[in-house]
């Protein structure tokens, strides 16, 4: 068998179809945020990111860096096991105490990323809890989709952010059932935030339990980074909310916070908790580090909102198409895999400005996206350079400027 001429072949299929993904190779230079040194060849030296999740640069905060550093000199590298073997650091408990505390829960638990949170919570809740329907958001992120699957439960899709289908759905099932409404708070692709309060009423009508993933939203919504929830002041009314600490918290990890029974079930039940090495105690220092100042400091959320309003009015003003919502992504549409590669190997090679092409799988076809995400570190200067280094690719690539 020829494996290897087996892959070159599905590979070359992606390739034909303008979907085959390559990664920028960058140098994050701390302090410098979003400026990133390029090692690609036909890129400049310096360029500016202009699609980073670390959304607020905490990356780079001086309090992250220096919990980090001080945990390395009094912990050293790694953790040394898994949590139940000699993993479990002191670090790993205070993280999981900030996290239940940011959302008002009594307990939470640490994963090694948010996918796993993810994968592991639902895969174990649907196939543990006996007959459980797991209704699931249709956007819902791979993570959530592929743990559900792994349950085996069964599973139901529901219409995007649509209380009433949702509604439909759950009165469609028997009455006993054990339930599990799974949705996400920010989409990240369109960036359109769910119906909150709506879907927990639906669900607690029909005696569900609610399941929400907050990976887009911890740090940036809610007064001290709770997250849409939090802003909504319907956190104690959500069963589970999962989040990430490698996105607005700039540092890595996963977790889910709830009850103490529910985590203590996640806990002893979830062979991808259970079975691997705990994260380094400080990654989990950074990340306390993080919580901790963006639960009492707003001014980072506040100039992220200043800027992200900035590059949508001067989007709108040259005429560029972008997704209209109330989060801090913006998606201009391109509609095209090749043109939407086009444009960001342009706007990286000519412009210095690197932001990823988004294509298929991860958006449908049809729906392929440059997806822009300010930053407070992200200058008005830099955003002019970006405005009008769109406005001229758009002419010469005769992108349709019909609003999406
Ligand atoms: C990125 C992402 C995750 C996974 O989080 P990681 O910490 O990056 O593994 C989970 N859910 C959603 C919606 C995401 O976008």
Redesign the pocket.
């Known amino acids: 068998m020829d494996f290897d001429g087996l892959f070159q072949t599905q590979l070359d299929t992606l390739k034909q179809e303008g979907n085959y993904r390559i990664f920028a190779e960058l140098e994050r230079k701390a302090g410098a945020f979003p400026r990133a040194r390029c090692h690609d060849d036909d890129s400049p030296d310096d360029v500016t990111v202009w699609c980073s999740?670390d959304y607020l640069g905490m990356g780079q905060h001086p309090a992250v860096i220096r919990a980090m550093k001080d945990a390395i000199d009094n912990c050293g590298a790694g953790a040394g096991g898994t949590r139940n073997i000699s993993g479990t650091n002191h670090n790993h408990k205070l993280l999981e105490a900030e996290l239940a505390d940011l959302h008002g829960k009594d307990a939470a638990l640490l994963f090694t990323?948010?996918?796993?949170?993810?994968w592991a919570a639902l895969s174990t809740l649907g196939s543990r809890i006996p007959d459980a329907v797991i209704l699931s958001d249709e956007l819902?992120?791979?993570?959530?989709i592929e743990g559900i699957r792994h349950s085996r439960a069964a599973k139901v899709l529901w219409r995007h952010n649509d209380p009433e289908d949702l509604d439909r759905k759950l009165s469609a099932l028997p009455a006993n059932a054990p339930k599990i409404v799974a949705f996400?708070s920010?989409?990240?692709m369109d960036g359109d935030i769910c119906p909150m309060r709506e879907i927990v009423e639906v669900a607690e009508k029909h005696g569900a339990m609610t399941y929400l993933?907050e990976?887009?939203a911890v740090g940036l919504y809610g007064p001290r980074g709770g997250g849409i929830s939090e802003r909504e002041g319907l956190s104690d009314r959500i069963t589970l909310i999962?989040g990430?600490?490698?996105?607005a918290y700039g540092v890595?990890?996963?977790y889910i916070t709830g009850s103490e029974a529910l985590c203590d079930f996640i806990r002893s039940f979830a062979s991808g908790f259970i079975f691997t090495t705990a994260l380094p105690p400080a990654v989990a220092a950074a990340a306390q580090a993080s919580i901790a100042h963006l639960k009492v400091s707003s001014s980072e959320r506040k100039s992220q909102r200043d800027r992200v309003a900035h590059l949508r009015r001067r989007l709108d003003q040259e005429g560029i198409p972008h997704l209209h919502n109330d989060s801090h992504i913006i998606p201009v549409m391109i509609k095209d895999p090749v043109k939407c590669r086009m444009i960001a190997d342009y706007l990286m090679q000519r412009y210095g400005i690197y932001v990823q092409p988004i294509n298929y799988p991860t958006v449908p076809k049809g729906t392929e996206r440059l997806r822009f995400t300010p930053s407070p570190l992200h200058s008005v200067d830099d955003i002019e350079h970006l405005v009008l280094a769109l406005k001229e690719l758009w002419k010469q690539c005769a992108i349709s400027h019909a609003v999406a």
Request: aromatic content about 8%.
């Open positions: 999740n990323s948010g996918y796993v949170s993810n819902n992120h791979a993570s959530m996400e920010v989409y990240s993933d990976v887009h999962e990430t600490l490698g996105k890595v990890g996963g």
